[in-house]
């Protein structure tokens, strides 16, 4: 596994002295847009890199991936499938159905992670594209509907649900999200789910905007023909809906970043430069896991520039020069 005879500049001489157990130059835990991205770039420039995938990418209940140049609509199983099969022509690049279950740092350099099958695996370097979680409302009736006609993004699935009565559910960032949806329909109202703590100009806003707003608690939603039909209140009333925008707080789905030594930003997502470098040297991240703005098209362009960076690095400290993209400031 370890003589790459055909790209001079990366013989590392170490590889004759590898462990018996494997050490990577890449490992990339998580096989979502992001993961694949990275690895798709990394294998086109022969870096043996293995990714480590759990296979619960966080859109696969969606019926389409809405906003994804060359695959609008595209069922996200099949986007992993082929993402898979792309990376099929690469031979310094594996994926592995597996579950990471814990990682250090090691000392020298290096990572050291752990797998629920029992594997342990060592890595230069370490990208995480381990998504987040979304953190759905638990609210009866609204689980067959996640992805489709109660969605948490507009830009995912706005267009689907264009021109139909529809509902912002929570008064977290209600506001903003009432009238961003407004640009798909008309016909929005603001579900607080209870009292509302809105001031006099926020109230003034979506009265100007034609935004009703009501405050009846909420019990669930009902559906027809898989699709949402009402959405009902505590009081035993309902309101007739084609689509409800939900707010879904993102959050880590495992201690793994932080068991590396990386650190999160106050939104919880790993800090990283704007190239996807977090804090650890060798330690980056891409996707949901560290962005700002969750969607696949991002994934896909954090992925393909963390792993070009990521490269650049390796050259830069194999021939003991300054990276050709600054690394961060140690913090
Ligand atoms: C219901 C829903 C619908 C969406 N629809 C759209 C849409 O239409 N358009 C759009 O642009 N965006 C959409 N999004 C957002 C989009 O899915 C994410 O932004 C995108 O999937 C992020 O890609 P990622 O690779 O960072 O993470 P993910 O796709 O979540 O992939 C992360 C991968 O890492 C794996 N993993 C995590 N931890 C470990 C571990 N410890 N060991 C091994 N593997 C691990 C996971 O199992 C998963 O396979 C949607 C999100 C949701 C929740």
């Not at 990682?103 to 370490?126: C, H, I, K, N, Y």
Request: aromatic fraction near 6%; charge should be negative; charged fraction near 20%.
């Amino acid at each position: 596994m370890w003589s790459l005879e055909h790209h001079g500049v990366m013989e590392h001489t170490d590889r004759q002295d590898a462990p018996a157990d494997e050490r990577w130059e890449v490992v990339i835990v998580g096989g979502g847009a992001a993961g694949l991205s990275a690895a798709l770039v990394l294998g086109r420039a022969r870096r043996w890199t293995l990714v480590l995938d759990a296979g619960e990418q966080s859109n696969r209940p969606a019926h389409g991936i809405g906003g994804l140049l060359g695959h609008d609509g595209l069922p996200p199983a099949e986007l992993y499938r082929k993402g898979r099969e792309e990376l099929r022509a690469y031979p310094s690049v594996e994926v592995r159905d597996a579950r990471v279950t814990g990682g250090a740092p090691e000392e020298g350099g290096g990572f050291v992670l752990s797998t629920a099958d029992g594997d342990v695996v060592r890595a230069e370097r370490v990208v995480l594209a381990t998504g987040m979680t979304y953190a759905v409302p638990d609210l009866p009736g609204l689980a067959p509907l996640w992805g489709d006609t109660a969605f948490h993004c507009p830009y995912c699935h706005g267009w689907e649900a264009r021109d139909g009565a529809l509902a912002v559910l929570g008064a977290d960032h209600g506001v903003h999200r009432a009238l961003l949806l407004q640009g798909w329909s008309r016909d929005v109202v603001l579900l607080t789910d209870g009292p509302a703590e809105l001031d006099d100009a926020e109230r003034s806003v979506l009265w100007s905007a034609g935004i009703p707003v009501v405050e009846r608690p909420v019990a669930g939603v009902t559906a027809r023909d898989g699709k949402l039909s009402a959405v009902v209140f505590a009081d035993g009333g309902e309101l007739p809906r084609d689509g409800l925008l939900v707010f879904t707080p993102l959050a880590q789905r495992t201690g793994l970043a932080e068991e590396l030594g990386a650190v999160l930003d106050e939104r919880g997502a790993v800090d990283v430069d704007g190239f996807g470098r977090t804090t650890v040297p060798g330690l980056y991240a891409a996707g949901d896991v560290s962005t700002l703005m969750p969607q696949v098209a991002t994934a896909v362009a954090e992925g393909s520039r963390v792993a070009a960076v990521l490269n650049g690095d390796v050259l830069a400290e194999h021939h003991g020069i300054a990276p050709m993209i600054p690394a961060r400031a140690a913090a």
